[in-house]
């Protein structure tokens, strides 16, 4: 089956730092993964429910652990049954939070560019996703400061290009998700990574099914107010240029081979894939209501 890729350039007016870039990708995947539906609630949500079952848990700990115990209960039951979907959803988190901050990681451990994509898909496997979603990292600016360089700013950015845009939303609730997230870094071939919290995926091709969608960045920066201690800010001028060669629309069909082929299947790169895999949960509806709903209790 021929596959079609949808690319969105998201215009920066700005430096992207390698923490601002870390950001921008984190929020993307807590974007999709709400949206195609592996989680139940938007993130900071499910984050909040974790907190508030966490306090609720260490302030009844002995009521809660007598409930749970006591099987002919109707109540029991109850709190066996949300005790059991509070680990699965804390599980999730912690996971969440563990992969944000690898790829936080990643990106601003060095003073140098390493990493050239990071790529989710979701599906049964990492070889056959249903949805494949590729972020291209522009080249970073290690002598700036986001004291004076705005995260925000950017990531604002990529809400009203991406997140905004009818054709993205239109993709991205084509159908849901009911198998798994698996993270995929594409690093610079010098480049080697810890292997116990990655498995190295040598040889490894994009698989040629699935929507695909690639976010890459279009940087100008000359206009920039730049405060770094008189630091002169840095231009890949021949990456920029490169970039704003594009199309001037935000996002544009890209043929089968274009992409794929060219620029993600070559001998120049490594790929490593995160071990942590996000596997698809839904809510728990009991007589109406949903069982988070007794976690926002005093």
């Known amino acids: 089956m021929k596959q079609n890729t949808v690319e969105f350039k998201v215009e920066m007016n700005d ?9 921008m990708i ?3 995947i807590k974007y999709v993964i709400y949206q195609k539906q592996l989680i139940p609630y938007p993130y ?14 260490d302030s009844n700990k002995e009521t809660m652990d007598e409930l749970i115990s006591d099987k002919n209960n109707r109540s029991s039951k109850y709190a066996l049954i949300s005790h059991r979907y509070f680990k699965k959803t804390e599980n999730a988190h912690n996971l969440l939070e563990n992969i944000f901050q690898l ?6 451990v060095a003073s140098y560019d390493r990493v050239e994509e990071v790529v989710l898909l979701l599906g049964s496997s990492f070889t056959n996703p249903q949805d494949i979603f590729r972020l291209c990292i522009p080249a970073l600016d290690y002598s700036h400061s986001t004291k004076y360089h705005s995260v925000q700013k950017n990531c604002r950015n990529l809400f009203k290009t991406v997140f905004n845009s009818e054709q993205f939303n239109n993709i991205i609730s084509n159908s849901n998700c009911n198998g798994s997230m698996h993270i995929m ?4 071939s010098e480049i080697s990574i810890n292997s116990q919290l990655y498995i190295p995926r040598n040889g490894f091709k994009l698989p040629l099914k699935g929507n695909q969608t690639v976010i890459s960045f279009k940087i100008d920066n000359t206009n920039t107010n730049c405060l770094c201690n008189d630091f002169k800010v840095f231009e890949d001028n021949e990456r920029n240029s490169s970039q704003s060669s594009s199309a001037s629309s935000d996002f544009t069909y890209i043929p089968d081979k274009s ?4 620029s993600t299947n070559n001998s120049d790169c490594s790929w490593y894939q995160i071990k942590n895999t996000l596997k698809y949960f839904n809510d728990i509806i009991i007589d109406g209501t949903s069982i988070t709903d007794s976690w926002m209790k005093p």
Request: glycine residues 0%; hydrophobic residues 30%; contains cysteine.
């Open 15 to 23: 430096v992207i730092t390698p923490l601002s870039c870390s950001t």
């Open 26 to 28: 984190n929020e993307f």
């Open 44 to 57: 900071e949500r499910l984050k909040m429910y974790v907190s508030k079952r966490k306090k609720q848990l």
């Open 103 to 108: 790829i936080t990681d990643e990106l601003t």
């Open 185 to 188: 870094l594409k690093m610079k």
């Open 259 to 262: 992409i794929t082929n060219s």
